[in-house]
């Protein structure tokens, strides 16, 4: 099965911060992976498919980048609406998301 | 507008069973595999199962094989899961998904959840 590792776990910034949050799959997945956002309560959004590809809506502060085994989800600059929890996901092989990474308000 | 309504979630006692729903619209429904995935209260996601548009493909992940069961009427537009012999490790906010046009294993929308106690 496929491991997804995300890093870090968690992260305090600041509004207007740029951000990166990364995810390592533990074999090559192509660029098949996948950018969630969740707040508190509520369901995950998809932000990024296919590795770099902005979900329909999605603010495009939000970019992706990577390909094989690291791939990135960057911030441009944080807005007061971002802090939640992002979870990275592989759909080379079947399903397997990352941990999660929690991104708090410094 | 993508709407799905999960409902059918409770407590149950360990070894018991239930039947989630979910209830989909504003799309096409068998044109899309549709899945459930769970959270644990204050952890991660874990995919539990995907059924194919039609219906003639089903995966589940390996800890809930042989006790889950995903189905779909595509005639109501609904997707089921039945859960037999819960286990405490079950507990979870359950979410149903909508696979992406692209391909079947991302998830473009999702359900708020039904949320499943096991406990005696």
């Known amino acids: 099965d496929i491991q997804m590792t995300q890093s870090p776990s968690s992260l305090s910034a600041s509004v207007g911060d740029r951000v990166t949050i990364t995810c390592r799959a533990s074999?090559?997945?192509?660029?098949?992976l996948n950018w969630y956002q969740q707040k508190p309560g509520k369901a995950p959004k998809l932000l990024i498919y296919?590795?770099?590809s902005l979900q329909s809506g999605v603010p495009s502060r939000f970019s992706g980048s990577g390909s094989g085994t690291d791939f990135t989800l960057t911030i441009s600059s944080l807005q007061p609406e971002d802090f939640a929890t992002y979870y990275c996901?592989?759909?080379?092989?079947?399903?397997?998301f990352g941990q999660g990474t929690k991104l708090e308000i410094k | 507008e993508v709407q799905l309504v999960e409902s059918g979630g409770g407590v149950v006692q360990p070894g018991g069973s239930l039947r989630l729903s979910c209830a989909a619209s504003?799309?096409?429904?068998?044109?899309?595999?549709m899945h459930w995935v769970r959270q644990a209260p204050g952890k991660g996601l874990e995919w539990v199962s995907l059924?194919?548009?039609?219906?003639?493909?089903?995966y589940y992940a390996d800890s809930v094989k042989g006790r889950f069961t995903i189905s779909r009427d595509n005639s109501k537009n609904s997707l089921y899961l039945q859960m037999n012999s819960l286990r405490t490790e079950d507990t979870a906010l359950y979410y149903c998904?909508?696979?992406?046009?692209?391909?079947?294993?991302?998830?473009?929308?999702w359900g708020q959840g039904t949320l499943v106690t096991v406990s005696s």
């Open positions: 059924i194919s548009g039609d219906g003639g493909s089903t």
């Open positions: 296919a590795a770099s």
């Open positions: 996901q592989q759909s080379y092989s079947r399903v397997a």
């Open positions: 998904a909508k696979g992406q046009v692209t391909t079947d294993w991302d998830f473009d929308y």
């Open positions: 504003g799309f096409t429904f068998d044109d899309y595999a």
């Open positions: 074999q090559s997945i192509s660029s098949y």
